[in-house]
């Protein structure tokens, strides 16, 4: 398995730019999340979906939209970007809790908006 | 806002000593993980503790949890150079949907 692949890697968008962050598992997992990390700070969740077809948003969900058409792909897309979304960006699974609980992590996208 | 606050911001230890790394959260919860991040990579879910249990073990890894104060600690002992990494707490639902992270503790671990 490659686990949860995110890309790209590193990004720079300028201010009103669109794009969309891939993510993908391989895993089967039902749970599906975004994370941004600032600078000295923990992760926040930005949007989070519990299965094919069904999403909600986090604690910082303003600026972003996803989609969950199938099972392993979790696209997360910045429509106008602004320098306040420059930020490191995490995506996770989950199988669920009657499979474990351990959480899966991408490396991360790094993105700067100019 | 954070529901996690480690403590401390940083830590500085020689290998081969004890790492202790303290944990508060504000509202009640069903379980408490806590998370290393290699400086340029992702998280990796070290271990996760229940609102039931008062202390898990894995490895030179040590978790106590103490609901009534609200705080966890993880111990690393025996720290090696492999351990210097930000450890971060975090609280709520395990699939990710309502997971609050702290700011995390920068452990270094001097060879």
């Known amino acids: 398995n490659a686990g949860v692949t995110q890309t790209p890697k590193f990004q720079v968008l300028k201010t009103g730019q669109s794009m969309t962050l891939q993510c993908a598992q391989d895993m089967n997992h039902e749970y599906m999340s975004w994370y941004r990390q600032d600078p000295g700070m923990g992760l926040r969740l930005i949007h989070y979906s519990v299965g094919a077809g069904i999403t909600d948003q986090g604690e910082v969900p303003n600026g972003y939209n996803v989609s969950r058409s199938t099972t392993e792909d979790f696209p997360l897309r910045l429509l106008s970007a602004a320098p306040s979304q420059t930020s490191v960006y995490f995506c996770?699974?989950?199988?669920?809790?009657?499979?474990?609980?351990?959480?899966?992590f991408g490396e991360g996208s790094w993105l700067t908006v100019v | 806002s954070q529901q996690g606050e480690e403590d401390p911001q940083a830590l500085s230890i020689q290998e081969g000593e004890n790492a202790t790394m303290n944990c508060s959260y504000k509202t009640s919860i069903n379980n408490l993980q806590w998370y290393r991040q290699n400086s340029g990579r992702g998280l990796v879910h070290l271990i996760l503790i229940r609102s039931n249990e008062r202390e898990k073990h894995s490895g030179r890894l040590r978790v106590t949890l103490d609901t009534s104060k609200k705080s966890s600690s993880l111990l690393i002992t025996a720290s090696r150079a492999a351990d210097t990494a930000s450890y971060f707490c975090a609280t709520g639902r395990p699939s990710g949907s309502r997971l609050t992270f702290g700011e995390g503790t920068q452990l270094t671990v001097n060879p």
């Open positions: 996770a699974s989950f199988p669920g809790h009657r499979s474990g609980n351990t959480i899966y």
